[in-house]
């Protein structure tokens, strides 16, 4: 995405030294974020363009809750209706329904309105083929898309969908000369899609969701396995003392260094009595 205007876009939002850690992979969770910031951009032009919406007045609309039109309000103009088209309002319904917990995420799926704005939206895509600029950031609105899926297969615990994401992300891996990560995750697909026959109980406790890490019972508590690895490592035996050096003061090496010692203390203690109980 050299060149493309992406980081002069996330510019807006975000701190230029920051856009070079956000890039390179360092700052996960902030790119995260930027790169969902541009996503919902790139969806609202998408949306008003399908619809014949005009963008600038989006933010001067007042919406009426009981009528299917909206109003724009302007105090050097006068008022005036804003027609809203009928599929645009029954989705705001479907929202709002979605929101007060009246239909599920399984329902929203099924929606009639949700299936057509996803026609029009593929329609819309496929219109552009021809325009190479239109093509980057359509392709790149994917990819995105396949983001958000791996993380919704890891929160929710869904492991067919974790595999899908994962052979989805093959050819992009590969386009980017990820060359290990691709021969890593595809031995590692060829032996997770053999799993039912090879070890059909583990195959089972999978699909049950139980290849991520919960920490309590709601939907989208899951972790994932190495990164639950790591924070238990950086909890009982803390970071490297040479880089906290650079990067604390000295008086939080010397807390971290009196926790380990008194962590290390109380696990012979704890071996001590196991072997005197012996």
Same mark, same amino acid.
């Given at each position: 995405m050299n060149n493309t205007g992406l980081s002069e876009l996330l510019e807006s939002v975000y701190a230029p030294a920051a856009m070079v850690h956000m890039l390179s992979g360092k700052a996960i969770s902030r790119a995260i974020r930027g790169h969902f910031l541009v996503y919902t951009a790139l969806a609202l032009l998408m949306i008003t363009e399908i619809y014949e919406i005009d963008i600038n007045i %989006?933010?001067?609309i007042h919406w009426d809750d009981k009528e299917n039109t909206a109003h724009e309000v302007d105090d050097n103009e006068s008022e005036h209706g804003v027609n809203i088209p009928d599929e645009v309002t029954e989705l705001l319904h479907v929202i709002?329904? %979605? +929101?007060?917990?009246s239909i599920s995420v399984t329902e929203l799926g099924e929606n009639n309105a949700v299936k057509t704005l996803k026609k029009r939206i593929q329609a819309f895509k496929d219109s552009f083929g021809q325009n190479r600029t239109a093509k980057l950031w359509i392709e790149y609105m994917n990819m995105i898309d396949l983001l958000r899926q791996f993380i919704t297969a890891?929160? @929710?615990?869904?492991? %067919? +969908?974790?595999l899908k994401s994962l052979q989805q992300m093959l050819p992009y891996l590969a $386009? @980017?000369? !990820? /060359? +290990?990560?691709v021969k890593s995750a595809h031995v590692y697909l060829q032996d997770m899609l053999e799993l039912e026959q090879t070890h059909p109980n583990l195959d089972a406790a999978f699909k049950s969701g139980l !290849? &991520? &890490?919960?920490?309590?019972?709601?939907f989208w508590c899951g972790l994932s396995t190495d990164l639950v690895i790591e924070q238990k490592h950086? &909890?009982?035996?803390?970071f490297n003392t040479r880089q906290r050096l650079n990067r604390n003061s000295k008086s939080s090496v010397v807390t971290e260094h009196a926790t380990l010692c008194r /962590?290390? @203390? /109380?696990? $012979?203690?704890?071996n001590r009595c196991k072997l005197s109980n012996q």
């Open positions: %989006l933010d001067k709002d329904k %979605l +929101l007060d917990g890891e929160r @929710s615990g869904h492991w %067919l +969908l974790h $386009a @980017s000369g !990820h /060359n +290990l990560y !290849h &991520v &890490v919960r920490r309590s019972d709601r950086q &909890v009982h035996r803390g /962590n290390e @203390s /109380n696990y $012979a203690k704890t």
